[in-house]
Nanobody, 125 residues
Framework: QVQLMESGGGSVLTGGTLRLSCAASGYLNSRYCLGWFRQAPGKEREGVAV???????RYADSVRGRITISQDNAQNTLALQMNSLQPEDSATYYC???????????????????WGQGTQVTVSS
């Protein structure tokens, strides 16, 4: 079990930039899947980006090219750099972690066991 806490959310205009950060309570070992997820009102939680234990990243089609997930092992943090934000990016963003069963990490929220409280992102036109 890992405790996570997100920060960096806020309100921006269309085209703006935000950098979200997720701090872990303890060191994440090399066999963890890490990801960012988001949930807008009335919608299901969806995967935004995940990172495999070997550093491979995958993104939702809607954010690919605009958003980058990264891990800082020294700081034990996970970041989500979001550029060119659009109104449809508005949601509560969560970081999550799970023990990797293989080297390939899923984007399905149900497969992640440890979650942060979320940070709100609002993008207005």
């Amino acid at each position: 079990q890992v405790q996570l806490m997100e920060s960096g959310g806020g309100s921006v205009l269309t085209g703006g930039t935000l950098r979200l950060s997720c701090a872990a309570s303890g060191y994440l070992n090399s066999r963890y899947c890490l990801g960012w997820f988001r949930q807008a009102p009335g919608k299901e939680r969806e995967g935004v980006a995940v990172i495999d234990p070997d550093g491979t990243t995958r993104y939702a089609d809607s954010v690919r090219g605009r958003i980058t997930i990264s891990q800082d092992n020294a700081q034990n943090t996970l970041a989500l750099q979001m550029n060119s934000l659009q109104p449809e990016d508005s949601a509560t963003y969560y970081c999550a972690a799970s023990r990797a069963r293989s080297g390939f990490c899923t984007n399905l929220p149900a497969r992640y066991t440890d979650w942060g409280q979320g940070t709100q992102v609002t993008v207005s036109s």
